[in-house]
């Protein structure tokens, strides 16, 4: 299996300013074949079930605000917040879809400072 | 647009056979995979496999001897049993939509709101 994990476990940062998350995998999940990272982000929202943020790594998904970006191939994956708002408040997850079983990392809380 | 929508019984007996299914809304269950996923309380994910329209499936090593995935492709429906539950199977279960193929990817862009479910006697 490849193990997902996350750093930090929970972060607190000010409205508007950056927050950043990473994510590292146990073996790489980019793809020879096509040079794409299997590697997606997800938000969730407590109470909510998770939403998908990014997938091939960097490509935001439709609706997601461009605040949401995301950075890194093989084994490190990053996802950065430019300017946190109040709506940002969640737990992220990494998850690679490169081979089954698919894995999800452990999950970093972010809060307001 | 594709909603999803767990139904099934809040509570089963330890032992018993945990069995939920996912309805399908807005769009065909043809050419995609369907995941279910769980999250024990106040933990994190877990995929527990998929099955594709087709009617191929891939599980979690660790369930796949309990854990069955079904599809109904005449209601728009895909199903989960997980059998012998115990304590530890509590969980609130998402079922998903989980992309195409290997060039489309797997990522799961539609969820449902989940259902929990608790195993006690």
């Known amino acids: 299996d490849i193990v997902m994990t996350q750093s930090p476990d929970s972060l607190a940062v000010s409205l508007?300013?950056?927050?950043?998350?990473?994510?590292?995998?146990?073996q790489s999940v980019l793809s020879s074949s096509n040079n794409k990272n299997y590697l997606a982000w997800y938000q969730q929202r407590p109470g909510q079930p998770p939403n998908l943020l990014i997938y091939w790594a960097s490509t935001r998904e439709s609706g997601v605000p461009d605040r949401f970006s995301g950075s890194g191939?093989?084994?490190?994956?990053?996802?950065?917040?430019?300017?946190?708002?109040?709506?940002?408040?969640?737990?992220?997850?990494c998850q690679q879809?490169?081979?089954?079983?698919?894995?999800?990392?452990?999950?970093t809380k972010v809060d307001i400072k | 647009q594709v909603q999803l929508q767990e139904s099934g019984p809040g509570l089963v007996k330890p032992s018993e056979t945990l069995s939920l299914t996912c309805t399908v809304s807005g769009g065909s269950i043809s050419s995609f995979y369907w995941s279910w996923i769980r999250q024990s309380p106040g933990k994190g994910l877990e995929w527990i496999g998929y099955i594709h329209y087709s009617g191929s499936t891939n599980y979690?090593?660790?369930?796949?001897?309990?854990?069955?995935?079904?599809?109904?492709?005449?209601?728009n429906q895909f199903s989960l049993k997980l059998n012998s539950v115990t304590a530890a199977d509590t969980a609130v279960y998402y079922c998903a939509r989980a992309g195409q193929n290997w060039n489309y990817g797997y990522h799961m862009d539609v969820w449902g709101k989940g259902i929990t479910v608790t195993v006690s006697s």
């Open chain 1, 16 to 26: 508007g300013e950056r927050a950043t998350i990473n994510c590292k995998s146990s």
């Open chain 2, 60 to 75: 979690y090593p660790s369930l796949k001897s309990r854990v069955t995935i079904s599809l109904d492709t005449s209601k």
């Open chain 1, 73 to 93: 191939s093989g084994t490190d994956f990053t996802l950065t917040i430019s300017s946190l708002q109040a709506e940002d408040v969640a737990v992220y997850y």
């Open chain 1, 97 to 107: 879809y490169y081979s089954t079983p698919f894995t999800f990392g452990p999950g």
